[in-house]
């Protein structure tokens, strides 16, 4: 079956199961707490295979065996079998659960589609809606956060901004709790992003609060933040410091970030993200206007021109994916970069063209994250996790490749994977010329 003949239905069906895999192998209370949930940092299957490493964390790279690799793999499991309390001293990654959030925002919706009854729930009528659990969820990172939400990097707050913004639509379309909630949230992350957008570097927003560094990963969400909630002017602001200061016209592309060296003149950080791409996308269209609109439109083709692999071997015949960017913070990026290409993939604004491209982009890499699952092993944990999946970290490589069985899973690469099905669900669901419900 190929990514344009499967049926709206089975997108739905394959988005619901990633759904259920990830809340099941990493979905948790905070402390046996009642009202709590947090994604576990990874899931390991009993049977380790003992070369396992940490998770690389923010900056590390993606590639190579850490040392003490296989003492990590022996302690994290005895670890995580002592009990579920230990997992506070694994590493905290804000940012990773709020992208849990906006996944979980991305299944309510389709519940919302499907009526918002207990029979429309992605895990079944006696289990919590997707609303609630995200918004468990927030409750969660706020307590493990040190009861706040304020973070070092500005970029994590972001994300979580715009997450809550998203879970805050929901919640008045569904008429639930937790709304006051969620604007307090934002009301206390503005002023943070705020701080962080100044003059320095000639604008832009800084990425964490040692303001030595402002680059893509944190301007970007912060305009589309600004965006959605009326604060256009300093969005186009932010947006016009990119294109003058990371856009390289060569690519087509968002470079990483830019310094200020001892001499007062600025250092680019040339590296090329896909995630980078995403939020740029969503804030251009957004916003709007034919300047905006033109750039996003060449946006979509410099994806499409420059951050694709081949997928031959998930994929059958000479499909394309989207590349995946490894382990750690890594595994987050092309899920990100599909949530904004299912926004440009049903505008109306753009070319049937580009609407097309986008469109294959995100439905092939998730038919490939989807043909490349693999089962959790019955030997690997318990029989509520029959029939549960754990997906690849990257799309054009199946999972019993770079997952084996008694490997450590790492939480990013797995909502990478859902966030791309739901992305296929959202493009597959919308009108032609109409909005698909991720942009909600």
Same mark, same amino acid.
């Given at each position: ?58 900056g590390q790279a993606a590639q190579g065996q850490e040392p003490g690799g296989q003492r990590w793999g022996r302690w994290l499991t005895?670890?995580? @079998? ?63 956060? =040190? ?160 951050? $694709? ?10 499909? $394309? ?27 109306? @604004?753009?070319?049937?063209? $580009?609407?097309?491209t986008a469109a294959r982009l995100v439905t092939d890499t998730a038919e490939a994250f989807w043909s490349g699952r693999r089962s ?11 029939g549960k999946s754990v997906f690849s970290l990257h799309a054009a490589q199946p999972a019993a490749s770079t997952y084996p069985p ?28 109409? $909005?698909?419900?991720?942009? =909600?």
């Open positions: 079956m190929t990514s344009s003949s499967t049926s709206l239905t089975a997108w739905q069906d394959r988005a619901d199961h990633a759904a259920q895999s990830v809340t099941a192998l990493f979905g948790r209370k905070l402390l046996f707490l009642p009202g709590t949930h947090l994604g576990a940092v990874l899931w390991q299957g009993r049977h380790a295979a003992g070369q396992n490493q940490p998770p690389a964390g923010r005895a670890l995580r @079998r002592a009990r579920p309390a230990a997992g506070l001293v694994l590493p905290w990654h804000y940012w990773w659960q709020a992208h849990y959030v906006d996944c979980l925002v991305d299944t309510g919706r389709r519940e919302l589609g499907g009526g918002a009854t207990p029979a429309a729930r992605f895990n079944g009528p006696d289990r919590p809606s997707a609303g609630r659990l995200a918004s468990r969820l927030v409750t969660g990172i706020r307590l493990r956060n =040190a009861l706040t939400f304020v973070n070092s990097y500005y970029d994590d707050m972001a994300w979580l901004a715009l997450a809550t913004l998203r879970l805050d639509r929901l919640a008045e379309e569904t008429r639930r709790p937790g709304r006051r909630r969620n604007a307090a949230v934002r009301a206390s992350l503005a002023l943070q992003f705020d701080a962080a957008c100044t003059d320095d570097l000639g604008g832009g927003t800084f990425w964490s609060k040692k303001r030595d560094f402002k680059n893509t990963p944190a301007t970007a969400p912060v305009a589309l933040f600004y965006a959605r909630t009326g604060e256009r002017g300093k969005a186009q602001a932010l947006l016009d410091w990119l294109n003058a200061t990371l856009f390289d016209p060569d690519q087509g592309l968002y470079l990483d970030g830019a310094r200020l060296n001892a001499a007062g003149g600025v250092v680019l950080e040339r590296a090329v993200y896909t995630y980078n791409q995403g939020p740029v996308l969503g804030a251009l269209l957004e916003l709007g206007g034919d300047a905006n609109i033109a750039r996003a439109v060449a946006l979509v083709e410099a994806v499409n021109r420059k951050l $694709t692999v081949a997928g031959n071997s998930v994929l059958r015949g000479d499909g $394309t994916v989207l590349r995946c960017e490894g382990p750690g913070d890594g595994g987050l990026f092309t899920g990100i970069l599909c949530r904004y290409l299912a926004l440009a993939a049903t505008d109306p @604004r753009l070319p049937q063209a $580009t609407r097309g959790v092993e019955p030997k690997e944990g318990q029989s509520k996790l029959a008694g490997a450590a899973v790492e939480l990013s690469t797995q909502l990478q994977a859902w966030m791309t099905l739901e992305a296929a669900a959202a493009v597959t669901a919308a009108p032609t010329g109409g $909005t698909p419900p991720a942009a =909600a």
